[in-house]
């Protein structure tokens, strides 16, 4: 079965940093390439990042670019997104997926409040 | 960026209705559409990938159509269980853009 387990989620001030993990199995992790995307409290899906099953290809939404880094360890098989210089409007329920956002984890929550 | 619209934002209907959920491109997308549905307090789950594909283990009574611009989930005849909200997904270029999804009720 496939499984996705975020964690690193928790609350932050704003101007401070977060990391993020997400934990896959069920699936050869090294074959996929995987996507964060993001959900604000009682709002859209917004997508923000996605890493290609090596790391050679990487993109970021416009408002996460230079802020946020998608990464990942395929001997670990986990994914990760690194936040500095967070900001009120990143509070949201971050989920990791698939690439073809076949699955998804259950989300780590990221608040974001002085 | 490509911008989704969806519509209707809202939507109330009766068990065995048959239900449909537009989504507009703001430029040619081809076939690169996904529809998900999202339960309250669960994460979005795939149901229609490539405009017109049905996701394994998906009820038969949900299908897709559409290319372009324009796209539409359908759903046969309306369940209990279909209550969620829906979101459409372009991946057709970066930045991937979602709808701003229906939110389904019974009536």
């Known amino acids: 079965e496939v499984q996705l387990v975020e964690s690193g989620g928790g609350l932050v001030q704003p101007g401070r940093s977060l990391k993020l993990s997400c934990l896959a199995s069920g699936f050869t992790f090294s074959n996929y390439g995987m996507n964060w995307i993001r959900q604000a409290p009682g709002k859209g899906l917004e997508w923000v990042a996605s890493i290609s099953s090596s790391s050679s290809y990487i993109y970021y939404a416009d408002t996460v670019k230079g802020r946020f880094t998608i990464s990942r360890d395929n001997a670990k098989n986990t994914l990760y997104l690194q936040m500095t210089s967070l900001r009120s409007e990143d509070t949201a329920l971050y989920y990791c997926?698939?690439?073809?956002?076949?699955?998804w984890g259950q989300g780590a929550s990221v608040t974001v409040s002085s | 960026d490509i911008q989704m619209t969806q519509s209707p934002s809202f939507l109330s209907a009766s068990v065995g209705d048959r239900v449909t959920i537009n989504c507009k491109a703001s430029q040619n997308i081809n076939r690169y559409l996904n529809w998900y549905q999202q339960k309250l307090g669960e994460a979005p789950k795939l149901l229609i990938y490539?405009?017109?594909s049905l996701q394994t283990g998906i009820p038969s009574r949900f299908s897709g159509s559409g290319s372009g611009t324009d796209f539409t989930l359908t759903i046969s005849s309306l369940q209990p269980e279909d209550v969620a909200t829906y979101f459409c997904?372009?991946?057709?270029?970066?930045?991937?853009?979602f709808g701003g999804g229906t939110k389904l009720e019974l009536k």
């Open positions: 997904l372009q991946h057709n270029s970066w930045p991937w853009t």
């Open positions: 997926a698939r690439l073809a956002m076949d699955a």
């Open positions: 490539n405009a017109n």
